[in-house]
């Protein structure tokens, strides 16, 4: 049975495309090119210009302008650009592009890991222009028809997926080996397995993709460093696996076969690198059926889709949040493995993503406030350093927090077993900013709640930070069987040294606050200034963890309103119930479910939806806004996973709440008029 391939959509007007580095994948692109709706091939640009002109010529390109990447992203001939460079050149140059006003297909993978490619997302979905990731065989009508497939139950429940894509190499040399160029099989053609499996699991669910609550894997790592050859697992939800195989010294089947209750679906060339895939459907007691896909352009198909794309959003087909969620398994495959690019390494001297010099926008919505001692001005929103999981996220994720005018940050000694401030540290030390930003550190945590465990960790988190003095320093946890006035002892001490310059308690009661400082005054000591207790939008009903302190109850309110003490609330972002990550069938999240799943936190986030489509802004921005509009000083810490979450909660600073607005959030105001 054959299956025609659609005709492109007929749009009037020449799209004029440049490639950025004429490889032999640019070749394959511009080969079929002429079979795409509009596109044309205008320019050609290159770190070799010569190099750029030779492939001009290959095509009979003539008119075509070629040169350098600068001048190709000058011309305003040029409507979008393929990107085909080494992995690690497509992001400057996606970036480059996006700010000369292009639009952008750009070669698998976006870039080597999450961290970067979040922040080219960002950046084309804040310049307006389209970006997508060119894993061609997404864009074929085989690989819709295996979705349409699936999804109408076709085999049934589905139950297993098996993709591989792996070869062979001559030798050990080249961009494959290389280390510094994010060589190896994962990231160059393990992306198209794991982007069919989790496609695939979307559509059985009635979605564009799904993304796998577990991985394990095993591997190869080669000589040279980079994987050779790798097996992964993949677990979603409902019990579904997926096995996916890739590597560059040993030669795969290169196949797909999808198992369900009632049959399987085989696909002898799901990367559509052949010119007669065929998908053969098996059904329990019928004939099995072949179809065959022999006449679609993959190269054609996708860049049709970018052009179409243009201003009416991202291509159905992959979005970028499917880009981002296949970044993260590529992410989590490679640390399964041990691999990690030197680039990447916790020492490494990342770099802001575009090269240049890290600068705050002078459009930022940050507001600040002043906390007496700290000597500089602290942003309202707080960064919490607790959900960074490399050093390249955390450096993509405070590059942006920074440029938007945040400068204060909250970590900890037990966060990530010191990993954490660590990488904070070396954020700081790389980009030159200790006079710029504000560190809130804590420490003495239960079972290490003491006096002399807060010296211990206090030295130990300065040189982890690689510092000599904290901002802030927050006890993270009391112990109410060691007299205060010792705590308050050791600390004055460290604020006399300099190593402290304001310090607090972080899950302490107002009782106990009240206490040390009645015991400082009486004997001329420094007093606790900060206070850092659970506070949000959404009641708790279970704490993350032992010892916590909530300050939501009216008690704690009034208290924090007499003294004027700045409160510093963590999880007041319910740790994402405000994302979209909460919903009431999903209970995949047991923290979440155990925190903060009920009906009144359910109709609280019904209502900051509904308020915040009145102010066009997303809930987690009405969650901040309800902390920032209380009648005392906050200071909430938010812990974004995604510089996306990151902005959504940020809107939240422009936002004034009337206290009719705030008590109605709460539930325990009258119905808005």
């Keep these: 049975m054959s299956v025609p391939t659609a005709p492109s959509a007929s749009v009037s007007?020449?799209?004029?495309?440049?490639?950025?580095?004429p490889g032999s994948i640019a070749r394959r692109f511009v080969s079929q090119l002429p079979f795409s709706a509009r596109g044309a091939l205008v320019a050609v640009g290159s770190s070799?210009?010569?190099r750029a002109a030779a492939f001009a010529r290959q095509f009979d390109a003539?008119?075509?302008r070629t040169g350098t990447y600068a001048e190709v992203l000058a011309d305003p001939g040029v409507d979008a650009v393929y990107v085909s460079t080494v992995h690690t050149g497509h992001a400057h140059l996606t970036l480059q592009a996006l700010a000369a006003g292009k639009h952008v297909l750009c070669e698998k993978p976006l870039a080597p890991n999450r961290g970067t490619v979040m922040a080219l997302v960002d950046a084309a979905r804040t310049s307006g222009r389209s970006l997508v990731e060119a894993y061609m065989y997404r864009f074929h009508p085989q690989t819709t028809k295996v979705l349409e497939l699936v999804g109408a139950g076709a085999i049934g429940d589905l139950a297993h997926i098996d993709a591989s894509f792996a070869f062979r190499t001559g030798g050990t040399t080249g961009r494959l080996f290389d280390v510094d160029?994010?060589?190896?099989?994962?990231?160059?053609?393990?992306?198209?397995?794991?982007s069919m499996a989790r496609a695939v699991v979307g559509a059985a669910e009635g979605r564009r993709f799904a993304e796998p609550i577990g991985l394990t894997a095993t591997g190869t790592i080669g000589a040279t460093g980079v994987d050779e050859w790798s097996v992964a697992h993949l677990t979603f939800g409902g019990g579904v696996t997926a096995s996916v195989r890739t590597g560059v010294r040993q030669q795969g089947a290169n196949t797909v076969s999808i198992y369900g209750s009632r049959g399987t679906i085989h696909l002898n060339d799901p990367w559509t690198l052949g010119d007669d895939p065929v998908l053969t459907l098996a059904v329990v007691g019928e004939e099995p059926q072949e179809l065959r896909f022999g006449d679609a352009r993959p190269y054609a198909l996708e860049a049709d889709a970018l052009a179409a794309s243009v201003g009416v959003g991202e291509a159905p087909q992959l979005s970028l949040d499917d880009s981002l969620g296949n970044a993260l398994v590529l992410d989590q495959w490679r640390a399964a493995i041990g691999l990690r690019y030197p680039f990447e390494a916790e020492d490494a001297n990342i770099p802001t993503v575009s090269g240049a010099p890290l600068t705050v926008d002078p459009q930022h919505p940050m507001t600040y406030g002043e906390i007496a001692g700290v000597g500089k001005p602290v942003s309202r929103l707080v960064m919490g350093v607790d959900n960074q999981p490399d050093l390249a996220h955390a450096s993509a994720i405070f590059d942006h927090f920074f440029s938007q005018g945040g400068n204060t940050f909250d970590t900890g000694y037990m966060y990530g077993r010191g990993l954490l401030e660590g990488r904070l540290g070396r954020w700081i030390a790389n980009r030159g900013l200790r006079d710029d930003v504000v560190v809130i550190t804590k420490g003495a945590h239960t079972p290490h709640c003491d006096p002399e465990s807060i010296t211990r960790q206090l030295l130990e988190s300065l040189e982890r930070q690689g510092t000599d003095y904290a901002d802030i320093y927050m006890m993270h946890r009391d112990n109410p069987e060691i007299p205060v006035g010792e705590f308050v002892d050791v600390l004055d001490e460290h604020y006399r040294a300099g190593r402290i310059h304001v310090f607090g308690g972080s899950n302490w009661t107002p009782a106990r606050m009240d206490e040390a400082n009645a015991y400082a005054a009486a004997h001329g000591k420094q007093g606790f200034t900060v206070l850092s207790n659970h506070f949000g939008l959404a009641e708790a009903y279970d704490v993350p963890w032992a010892g916590c302190v909530h300050a939501t109850d009216p008690a704690s309110k009034r208290w924090l309103a007499e003294r004027q003490i700045p409160l510093l609330p963590w999880s007041s972002q319910a740790r994402g119930f405000f994302t979209g990550r909460a919903r009431p069938e999903d209970r995949t999240d047991a923290e979440l479910v155990r925190c903060y799943y009920s009906d009144g936190n359910f109709e609280r986030l019904r209502r900051a939806r509904q308020?915040?489509?009145?102010?066009?802004?997303a809930p987690t921005a009405i969650a901040l806004a309800f902390v920032l509009c209380q009648p005392f000083p906050t200071f909430p810490l938010f812990g974004p996973r995604t510089i996306s979450e990151c902005r959504s909660s940020m809107a939240g600073l422009g936002i004034e709440l009337s206290p009719e607005q705030v008590a109605w959030l709460d539930l325990s105001g009258s119905p808005r008029s």
């Design 13 to 21: 007007g020449r799209f004029g495309w440049a490639v950025l580095g």
């Design 48 to 50: 070799d210009p010569d």
């Design 62 to 64: 003539a008119s075509a």
């Design 181 to 194: 160029l994010a060589g190896g099989g994962i990231l160059d053609v393990g992306g198209y397995p794991v």
């Design 611 to 617: 308020l915040g489509a009145e102010h066009g802004v």
